[in-house]
Nanobody
Framework: QVQLVESGGGLVQAGGSLRLSCAAS????????MGWFRQAPGKEREFVAA????????NYGDTVKVRFTNSRDNTNKLVYLRMNNLKPEDTAVYYC?????????????????WGQGTQVTVSS
């Protein structure tokens, strides 16, 4: 079992930055691919980023490439999402997720564990 708790969301002006954190519990954290998804009101859950178990390989959604950076600290069981140059369309609830296997999948259905989410609001 893995439990995930996100933090770091908030209100920021367009062009600003935020860093989200995801704290994980469980002894096998370092073996999971970790992903970030987001969901805006009335929209489907959208893939944001995923990172391999060792942190050497990442995958990003097209709308956040270059602006967002995904990283992890396996020693402290943390995953980070650094978000730069935020836009109003980045407003959503951001979720951390974990999956078995090595694929950095963009499909939410392939993830096994989810956090409760943290709200990010970007004002124009």
């Amino acid at each position: 079992q893995v439990q995930l708790v996100e933090s770091g969301g908030g209100l920021v002006q367009a062009g600003g930055s935020l860093r989200l954190s995801c704290a994980a519990s469980g002894r096998t954290f370092s073996t999971y691919v970790m992903g970030w998804f987001r969901q805006a009101p009335g929209k489907e859950r959208e893939f944001v980023a995923a990172i391999s178990w060792e942190g050497q390989s990442t995958n990003y959604g097209d709308t956040v490439k270059v602006r967002f950076t995904n990283s992890r600290d396996n020693t402290n069981k943390l995953v980070y999402l650094r978000m730069n140059n935020l836009k109003p369309e980045d407003t959503a609830v951001y979720y951390c997720a974990a999956k078995f296997g090595s694929s950095k999948s963009p499909h939410a259905s392939e993830y096994d564990y989810w956090g409760q989410g943290t709200q990010v609001t970007v004002s124009s």
